[in-house]
């Protein structure tokens, strides 16, 4: 996430730009070559350019509703007082979806899964779906997937620009990963609707030092943690509780610059990459746990509630990333305890944070004794392997969620379940084992997740 004093540099010369009215174009990207007037949905912006070449959002909904008010669209569409909005004028004005990005370390198909599923809900439900992604190898950026698909970067400063153009009801953040998921602060101090959990709980999450500071609070259990003032500090606190320490930067991506030291010379080293990547957020180091088991809780929640869930565990011990790791579900080998321990933990998180929308928790078991490891506020790289294992999609129970529908949820029930499935980290694909009861041999199959 860019630092509080690039924000506002950033913040300072957009004003600048729209009082001189350097305002971008948008324009249709020609699939006929020119021969014939094109009609796709393709589009892009560009200050190369004195008119759009199609509608916005803001004049389509104009032309609906005779009624308009006046003003910039933000200011516009937040107003009630004058003329109150109904659920239709949401659903024409339309709900803007940030997607994965390039596929990277820590980025890959399972976040466009879950943006594509969302945009498919929202067009169920009748909303008119944005999509702005520009990598062409994702299945969001295919010309039927949504009513409006923007090739743009996904900055601060492009997305404010399609968003004020289209008007749009709000902003889906929770569905495409961490880049998305990092904007949610910036989107707001700007007057986007951030769809779903608000960005001040998700900076409470996210921001490690506020998340500790409230598991504290709450009494939950967590392994022992300094927030890195001065080196000096950090290494009296790890030969305090004892090496490895794990060094922890806030609102990165895939446990970037995360790393477990075994001596001192490794935890300076190691603190001086994370001081760089985390920017001017909270660098914590804590005591990392030998020989634990990692379990992952995907959920979906709104408004503080758990509307579902799924427990799954780590084949290896804590440590190993989620997205790398061997994840099994339904959890096997977990005592009934720890169970109780990680739902009782879970809704206390949920609610503590308000969350409307997916999220994930991620715990470390020792016995019988459950701690927190962190928790994120959008959708992880494990929900398709989940909504695939309990054939029920969470993220489409998320979507109305977030855009405050009648979210029912799921009847799942375990019992009824007659395989496991384990997730393997290859190729930023999955491999699922399917073990049946009614057999002795085991059935290998791969996921085709669309």
């Known amino acids: 996430m860019p630092s509080i004093e690039k924000r506002k540099a950033e913040y300072e010369i957009r004003c600048i730009r729209k009082e001189l009215n350097v305002i971008p174009c948008v324009k249709q990207i020609d699939t006929l070559a020119a021969e014939f007037p094109a009609q796709t949905n393709y589009l892009y912006m560009t200050y190369s350019g004195n008119e759009d070449d ?22 516009r569409v937040r107003s009630s007082s004058v003329v109150k909005e109904t659920i239709m004028d949401q659903k024409k004005r339309g709900v803007m979806v940030l997607g994965c990005g390039a596929y990277c370390i820590g980025s890959s198909v399972e976040f466009d899964w879950c943006a594509v599923s969302c945009v498919r809900q929202l067009r169920r439900d009748g909303f008119k779906s944005i999509i702005v992604n520009y990598n062409p190898e994702t299945v969001s950026t295919d010309y039927d997937e949504s009513d409006r698909l923007y090739f743009e970067e996904l900055s601060l400063e492009r997305v404010l620009d399609i968003y004020e153009r289209e008007g749009a009801y709000g902003v889906v953040v ?61 290494l009296q606190f790890a030969n305090t509780v004892g090496f490895p320490v794990l060094v922890r930067p806030s609102f990165v991506l895939s446990g ?58 780590h084949l290896e011990n804590a440590g190993v990333h989620s997205g790398d790791a061997t994840v099994i579900l339904p959890a096997q080998k977990l005592y009934v305890k720890t169970i109780r321990q990680v739902k009782k933990y879970s809704s206390m998180i949920a609610k503590a944070l308000n969350i409307t929308g997916p999220f994930n928790i991620q715990f470390m078991a020792k016995g019988n004794e459950v701690q927190v490891i962190e928790c994120n506020l959008r959708a992880s790289r ?18 109305r969620a977030m855009c405050g529908q009648i979210a029912k949820p799921y009847r799942i029930s375990l019992l009824d379940i007659e395989y496991v499935c384990v997730k393997v980290s290859y190729c930023a694909k999955f491999i699922f084992v399917f073990i049946f009861k009614t057999t002795v041999s085991h059935h290998f199959r791969s996921l085709n997740i669309f």
């Open 54 to 75: 199609v509608l916005t959002g803001q004049q389509e909904f104009s032309k609906s509703r005779s009624n308009t008010l006046d003003g910039s669209p933000i200011a």
């Open 174 to 234: 929770s569905v495409g990963g961490q880049i998305p998921n990092n904007l949610a602060g910036p989107l707001s101090d700007n007057g986007a609707n951030i769809l779903g959990t608000s960005a001040a709980d998700i900076d409470r999450a996210e921001d490690r030092r506020k998340f500790s500071d409230m598991l504290d609070q709450m009494d939950l259990m967590q392994p022992a943690w300094s927030v890195l003032t001065s080196k000096d500090e950090a």
């Open 256 to 313: 970037a610059a995360m790393r477990v030291a075994i001596n001192e010379t490794q935890l300076v080293n190691f603190l001086e990459i994370a001081a760089v990547v985390a920017a001017d957020k909270p660098v914590v180091v804590t005591k990392f746990i030998l020989n634990a088991k990692e379990i992952e809780f995907d959920a979906v929640a709104q408004n503080g509630t758990i509307l579902n869930y799924a427990i799954g565990e």
């Open 382 to 399: 494990t929900m398709p392997f989940v909504s695939k294992t309990m054939n029920r999609n969470f993220i489409s129970l998320a979507t």
